[in-house]
């Protein structure tokens, strides 16, 4: 049985890489069942998550400009014209091999629907990509991984497929405060990730919302260290 767990998720991982995935882990939801996340519409019964990540275009990120027309409309288009359909594209086929081998398996929107009044969406991909041990959560309240820190853009697939879970990867900011530094409207305060915190002990949603409404915004992105070939050549 072992084996053959073994075998389907080295399977999976091998066909959603070949569609696009650059980063893919399996969560066992059951493991923090009873923790405040949301979790609501079809398949917020199962069991696993399969959480797939990929990479943004490091020269986009880099060179975005909240206030600049042009960059700001490039990394826009970037984010949410191609980057985001091709990975709800990907959930879709990873559902769909599942399914070929007669699991239930549904996609999560990569970003909308959401939820405009509470800012939340039916299930956290950053929820799952941490508990699958895909990266861990830092000081931006963004999943940061070791490969392209926060560059990367997350979808997840719920389950029923017996696959091998990870486990949570803890590491820590230290001393930096990049991304708290560059927000435009102090909507980060420095706090640490803590899994018992709800996301208002580190971070102003509403706040970061509201500006997002006239700037395509990702500075807390760009601004971190860990994964900017920038940053680490300089
Ligand atoms: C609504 C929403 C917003 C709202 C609210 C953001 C928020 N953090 O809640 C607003 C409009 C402000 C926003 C802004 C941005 N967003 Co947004 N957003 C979403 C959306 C659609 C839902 C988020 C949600 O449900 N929030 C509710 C809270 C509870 O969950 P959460 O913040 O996702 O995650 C928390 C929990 O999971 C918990 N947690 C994590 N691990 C664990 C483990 C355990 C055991 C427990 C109990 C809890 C726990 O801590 C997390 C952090 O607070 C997601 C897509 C999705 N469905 O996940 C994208 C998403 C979070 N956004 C994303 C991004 C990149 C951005 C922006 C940079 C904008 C941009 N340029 O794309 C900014 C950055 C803001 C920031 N610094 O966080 C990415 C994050 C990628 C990453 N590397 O982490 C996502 C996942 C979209 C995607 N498909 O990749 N966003
Ligand atoms: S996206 Fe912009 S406004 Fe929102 S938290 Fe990041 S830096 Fe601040
Ligand atoms: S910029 Fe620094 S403090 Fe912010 S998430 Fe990255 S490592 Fe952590």
């Known amino acids: 049985m072992a084996t053959e767990v073994a075998t389907l998720t080295r399977e999976l991982e091998d066909f959603a890489r070949e569609r696009g995935a650059d980063l893919f882990g399996v969560a066992d939801l059951r493991t923090a069942s009873d923790l405040n996340v949301p979790r609501t519409g079809p398949g917020a019964d199962l069991p696993l998550?399969?959480?797939?990540?990929?990479?943004?275009?490091?020269?986009?990120?880099d060179e975005h400009d909240p206030d600049e027309g042009h960059r700001q409309s490039l990394y826009w288009h970037h984010v949410y014209g191609v980057v985001t359909p091709?990975?709800?594209?990907?959930?879709?086929?990873?559902?769909?091999?599942?399914?070929?081998?007669?699991?239930?398996?549904?996609?999560?929107?990569?970003?909308?629907?959401?939820?405009?009044?509470?800012?939340?969406?039916?299930?956290?991909?950053?929820?799952?990509?941490?508990?699958?041990?895909?990266?861990?959560?830092?000081k931006n309240c963004l999943l940061l991984t070791r490969r392209f820190g926060p560059r990367v853009r997350l979808v997840t697939v719920l389950t029923d497929a017996p696959l091998e879970a990870g486990s949570t990867?803890?590491?820590?900011?230290?001393?930096?405060?990049?991304?708290v530094n560059a927000c435009p409207v102090d909507a980060l305060n420095?706090?640490?990730?803590?899994?018992?915190?709800?996301?208002e002990f580190r971070f102003d949603a509403f706040k970061c919302s509201e500006y997002r409404r006239e700037h395509s915004c990702g500075l807390c992105v760009a601004a971190c260290p860990v994964g900017s070939h920038r940053k680490r050549r300089a």
């Open 49 to 61: 998550a399969v959480s797939l990540a990929m990479c943004l275009n490091d020269t986009i990120v």
């Open 190 to 199: 420095g706090t640490e990730f803590r899994a018992d915190q709800p996301r």
């Open 169 to 179: 990867m803890d590491r820590r900011c230290g001393r930096c405060r990049e991304c």
């Open 86 to 138: 091709a990975l709800d594209t990907l959930a879709h086929d990873v559902s769909r091999w599942l399914a070929d081998r007669r699991f239930r398996a549904v996609p999560v929107p990569g970003s909308s629907p959401y939820d405009m009044e509470r800012l939340e969406g039916v299930f956290s991909h950053k929820f799952a990509a941490h508990l699958a041990g895909v990266g861990w959560i830092g």
